[in-house]
């Protein structure tokens, strides 16, 4: 008879959010509860080559775990996986499966690492441990490509083969499809799983699908806590659990897992979130790597209809794996418009000479320190910059770099005096222009900022001094970065942390062209 088994991934996928230091106290707690709730398979961790650290769910050997496991789950399984390709360790160095609680190992591949990962599941197979085969991206396998795995697969005789729905592309017709291919060709004694990512909001509908549909054979269905994981996350544990406590009668003790969520995972998702989002929409809907839609996303430079763009000219090959700097270079080819500038720059070295220059960008202290910011303006008459918006100031000119704001406010600046970088569309057609590719810095993850563009561009018009307002840098919460909540745009801590520091270094490049001096306080600091 078959069983339905679920296995929490919480520690191992959720670790992607926070680069798995949950904690050595909450990994105990977390253990813990998903015991007492009764989790049929309990995901330790990652298997790697980093140095075990006690706070991290990174385990370099299945041994370390064993501490936090002296009052386990006798009716549970405990596993870790090992992700080849990623900081994977070679089976060789683990200890054998008896001296460890850690009873099985989860083998994650690429189809071009299948050679690899049949070599290392025979070796945890000699181990002792059970093994599951889990091959990346399921969805884009050809039926005739698939079977010929499933064919290896039986061959291997592992304790289970999996689904696995890299970039949550999956519909139901799919997810039935598939799944009624392989049960036809499984080996019986195999058991069946199936691992989605919520890109679409489908994790929770394809595992009720694969629970009815019919077939004699054990299946696992993963799911983490709160649907902690990277991008837009798992089927959540404690939507599923409820949902078989329902239908086939009470086997799973939820309220453990509020409890985690409650105690654990809210401070986390505080600082940063997971779930749904557009970004990963667009990746799925596109067959792409949801890091690809994140990282344009974070520019908050473009319009949504543009990242699409961008995103359908990822070649295939490349679409299953992150590539930073192929993405990078077909934001830059889009965003390059060349334009000569040299009549502008002149105008406006011409305009800006023998000028105080006060820069006003839309961080939130321009409303905490307006007083100060208006004192300032009385007492020097400085010529008045703003960055992408227009603020409750006489505003000399206004900077555009970023298509996405200038959309916002286009009627506004209707009748103000308007420079605008050469990537901005449907500009006015005697608009004030200078080259954006002149403008754009070394760091990726500002290269096109436009408070750091409009610095470049003023060195280029010669002027030697400015004081900045309202560059605040980046916040943990989100909410405080800007004066305008409607400006908000990437809420990613880690990635906002990674702002500031870069920020912080062109800031200091343009700092020795010209004298900087901030007006509001700021987490920038000048060398």
């Not at 403008?439 to 408070?451: A, F, K, M």
Request: aromatic share 10%.
């Amino acid at each position: 008879m078959r069983s339905i088994k679920l296995l929490d991934c919480t520690l191992r996928d959720g670790g992607y959010i926070n680069n798995w230091r949950f904690g050595e106290q909450t990994i105990r707690h977390i253990l813990k509860r998903l015991s007492i709730s009764n989790i049929d398979i309990i995901e330790c961790g990652f298997l790697t080559d980093i140095e075990y650290d006690v706070d991290c769910s990174l385990i370099s050997d299945t041994q370390d775990i064993n501490p936090f496991l002296e009052k386990k789950n006798e009716n549970s399984l405990y596993v870790a996986m090992i992700a080849i390709g990623e900081k994977e360790i070679h089976p060789d160095k683990l200890s054998p499966a008896k001296d460890s609680k850690i009873k099985g190992i989860r083998l994650t591949f690429h189809a071009d690492e299948k050679k690899k990962a049949f070599e290392y599941a025979k070796i945890l197979m000699k181990k002792g441990y059970i093994v599951f085969m889990q091959p990346v991206g399921s969805a884009n396998y050809s039926d005739d490509n698939l079977l010929s795995l499933v064919k290896e697969i039986n061959t291997l005789k592992p304790y289970a083969f999996y689904i696995v729905d890299t970039l949550g592309t999956m519909f139901q017709d799919h997810i039935v499809h598939t799944i009624s291919l392989i049960n036809k060709n499984l080996d019986p004694n195999i058991a069946l799983g199936y691992h989605s990512h919520n890109n679409l909001q489908l994790a929770f509908s394809n595992a009720q699908e694969m629970i009815r549909c019919p077939i004699n054979r054990d299946i696992i269905i993963d799911c983490s806590v709160y649907g902690m994981g990277r991008g837009a996350g798992n089927l959540c544990t404690e939507l599923i659990t409820n949902y078989i406590n329902n239908t086939f009668g009470n086997k799973y003790n939820v309220f453990p897992l509020l409890e985690i969520v409650d105690e654990f995972l809210i401070p986390i998702y505080s600082n940063t979130s997971w779930g749904y989002s557009v970004g990963y929409y667009l990746a799925s809907t596109m067959h792409c790597h949801p890091n690809y839609a994140t990282h344009l996303l974070a520019k908050q430079s473009v319009p949504v209809r543009t990242i699409g763009t961008m995103l359908d000219q990822i070649p295939e090959e490349k679409r299953n794996i992150f590539d930073k700097e192929y993405i990078e270079n077909i934001y830059l080819n889009y965003q390059k418009h060349d334009v000569d500038d040299k009549e502008e720059i002149e105008k406006l070295r011409n305009e800006l000479s023998n000028k105080e220059i006060l820069i006003i960008a839309p961080g939130r202290n321009i409303i905490t320190y307006k007083k100060k910011i208006q004192e300032f303006i009385d007492k020097n008459k400085p010529y008045i910059i703003t960055t992408n918006f227009l603020p409750d100031y006489p505003v000399d000119l206004a900077f555009i770099g970023n298509d996405r704001r200038y959309h916002l406010l286009k009627d506004k600046l209707k009748n103000k005096n308007v420079i605008f970088t050469s990537n901005i569309t449907n500009k006015p057609d005697n608009a004030r222009v200078v080259n954006y590719s002149d403008l754009i810095n070394s760091s990726v993850n500002v290269s096109d900022n436009t408070g750091l563009m409009l610095l470049k561009l003023l060195v280029k018009a010669s002027v030697k001094k400015v004081t900045l307002a309202g560059f605040d840098g980046f916040r943990k919460n989100s909410v405080w970065n800007y004066y305008d909540e409607n400006l908000i745009g990437s809420t990613d801590s880690e990635a906002l942390g990674q702002k500031n520091k870069s920020m912080n270094i062109q800031i200091n490049k343009r700092n020795k062209d010209m004298e900087i001096s901030f007006l509001t306080p700021t987490k920038y600091k000048l060398n």
